[in-house]
């Protein structure tokens, strides 16, 4: 698939960084490229600590949601926490009960079924903790939209604190009080903090008020989960409660995490983003996803190894089960989608039989399989349910307000959403969707943003550990790529399980030797590369003999440890080719 390249340039003393930190001439270029800059920006950045972390205090209504919950403490009140389904809503409510429970608090948790109960606190949720004594609830990743639940509430006579991270309207609940960075008059200092760092800082803040040493720095490992699997941007202090996260989740206490983290055969030396957003979150999320949350807080509060090693057997088994079910799903929408015109611009596709949990799964592969938006739907009960996701360029959300006569309901934002119909105006909404979407097939395609372009003679040892510093790796802090031009093809050879990924001998124009490997599909290169030189020249690097192949390559370079050596690796993430 072709792919629009271009390099960042942005501007910035680079040699003041360097002379500041020691730093190599390529990581004062990535720092600027990330717009950390001055002197204090870049401390932060390279060496975040948790003397970083804001005043929970400068958060909107923090004060007064911590004298309800005292007071409901100390009058022995039964509170309830609600949360949701998904890796923020669960260590969300972990962070809250355990919490709570140290201050003495009599606390339980509900987290609502997706099936069932749909998403977030409702009615029926606040009318059930009543029945069941409840005099406090507390709400956690989400609740800023809950208006006929707060009203409840308070016909009910339940105190009710929301603490959400999400987008806040002009109006908010009407709850005694709510906490959440994004609702109008908030001065806390950075509004894109997942639910469990709000959670983390009612904790802290409650800690303050009582004078017990209980912070949000106790519950790093269940903030950093929450923070990367919620995939809100890795700046500001996301990025310290990352960083440090991490170096806690690697030699976690939680019997649960350590269990989960043997299951997945991680060494805990090797936890980073990438583990964490694509092993360890999922089994998490499958719980909530094609079971129930329950299961997923249940490991986290496990007692015994041998409760922490069932659960997390069960956790994996239960993601192994919703892998199977995307790739199934996905299959057959590409059947259905076959070869797209120019004029789907919108790929609108009904699965008949698609669980409703892995919807946004799914669309999300047919929009990087196709680079095009993708709206996936299945039936449900008498009406179609649907989830969506976009391309940058253009909002996914306008798109739907722009078809909001044919929707029952939708909602989300540009990159993401979900809705509702009847079945009636699929044909409709599918005409009308792609008769208002601005953006040609050509401007859809995927951007790779280089950092700069770099002969990979200058990417020695220490210049890629300095790199290695700029991790957690993350939006707007992708992992840093480079460009190199004309290099020479000396062989090809396939190596990985079933021939899957491509090993390249290659000659530089400075006439250095580089072996670079690439886990692109192999299939897809080769057939890039027989385009772009034919399949006589591809064939000749094959069977390693001369030939015309030269490639522009965007690259990233990591440190390969084999027997004892080290030496820098070239990792091809994409070859250039004209749009």
């Known amino acids: 698939m072709k792919s629009a390249w271009t390099i960042l340039n942005k501007l910035g003393d680079e040699a003041a960084i360097c002379a500041e930190t020691g730093c190599p001439k390529v990581v004062a270029r990535l720092l600027v490229n990330r717009d950390v800059c001055e002197k204090e920006a870049v401390r932060r950045f390279l060496f975040p600590k948790t003397e970083d972390f804001y005043d929970p205090f400068l958060m909107k209504g923090m004060n007064r949601a911590c004298d309800l919950i005292v007071d409901a403490i100390e009058r022995g009140k039964k509170i309830r926490v609600v949360g949701d389904y998904d890796v923020d809503g669960v260590m969300s409510s972990y962070i809250l009960s355990e919490g709570l429970a140290a201050f003495g608090a009599d606390v339980d948790v509900y987290l609502p079924h997706r099936v069932r109960d749909g998403y977030g606190i409702n009615s029926e949720i606040v009318t059930k903790a009543f029945e069941d004594g409840t005099e406090v609830i507390v709400t956690c990743d989400n609740g800023i939209s809950a208006f006929e639940a707060a009203e409840k509430a308070k016909e009910l006579g339940i105190t009710m604190i929301v603490t959400d991270h999400h987008e806040a309207g002009e109006e908010i609940p009407p709850a005694d009080v709510v906490v959440d960075p994004k609702q109008k008059g908030c001065t806390y200092p950075y509004r894109e903090i997942c639910g ?83 092993v360890l979150g999922p089994c998490i999320n499958a719980a909530g996803r094609i079971d129930d949350a329950m299961t997923a807080l249940s490991l986290l509060n496990a007692k015994s190894p041998q409760e922490a090693q069932r659960l997390a057997l069960i956790c994996s088994d239960l993601n192994d089960r919703r892998k199977a079910m995307s790739a199934e799903a996905l299959e057959k929408a590409k059947k259905i989608i076959g070869i797209p015109g120019d004029d789907e611009r919108v790929l609108v596709v009904l699965i008949e ?36 996701r976009g391309v940058e360029g253009y909002s996914l959300y306008e798109a739907l307000t722009s078809c909001r006569e044919l929707l029952v309901k939708y909602g989300g934002h540009a990159l993401a959403a979900g809705l509702s119909l009847e079945k009636d105006n699929l044909e409709r909404f599918k005409e009308k969707i792609n008769s208002i979407w601005p953006l040609k097939p050509e401007e859809m395609l995927p951007v790779v943003r280089l950092d700069a372009e770099v002969p990979f003679e200058m990417m020695t040892i220490e210049t890629v550990e300095w790199i290695s510093r700029l991790a957690p790796f993350g939006a707007p802090n992708d992992k840093p790529l480079f460009a190199e031009r004309e290099l020479s093809v000396i062989s090809i050879s396939y190596m990985g399980k079933e021939n899957s990924s491509l090993r390249f001998k290659l000659k530089t124009r400075a006439g250095s030797f580089v072996t670079a490997v690439s886990f692109l599909k192999a299939e897809e290169t080769v057939e890039k590369l027989t385009r772009l030189f034919g399949k006589e020249e591809v064939n000749k690097a094959f069977a390693g003999i001369s030939n015309s192949i030269k490639i522009t390559v965007a690259y990233e370079s990591q440190i390969n440890e084999y027997r004892g050596l080290c030496e820098v690796q070239m990792i091809l993430r994409d070859i250039y080719e004209k749009c």
């Open 196 to 278: 469990a760092v709000v959670a983390a800082k009612f904790i802290e803040a409650i800690g303050i008020k009582t004078g017990k040493n209980i912070k949000a720095s106790d519950y790093l490992e269940y903030m950093c989960l929450a923070t990367v699997c919620d995939v809100v941007p890795l700046a500001d202090e996301n990025r310290a409660i990352v960083s440090l996260g991490m170096d806690v989740l690697r030699k976690t206490e939680n019997l649960g995490l350590k269990a989960l983290i043997e299951v997945k055969r991680i060494d805990p030396a090797d936890i980073n983003e990438y583990k964490i957003g694509f």
């Open 353 to 388: 039989d698609c669980h409703e949990s892995i919807l946004g799964i799914v669309a999300g592969n047919i929009r990087e399989a196709y680079s095009r938006p993708a709206i996936v739907m299945t039936y449900s009960g008498e009406l179609l349910k649907g989830s969506a």
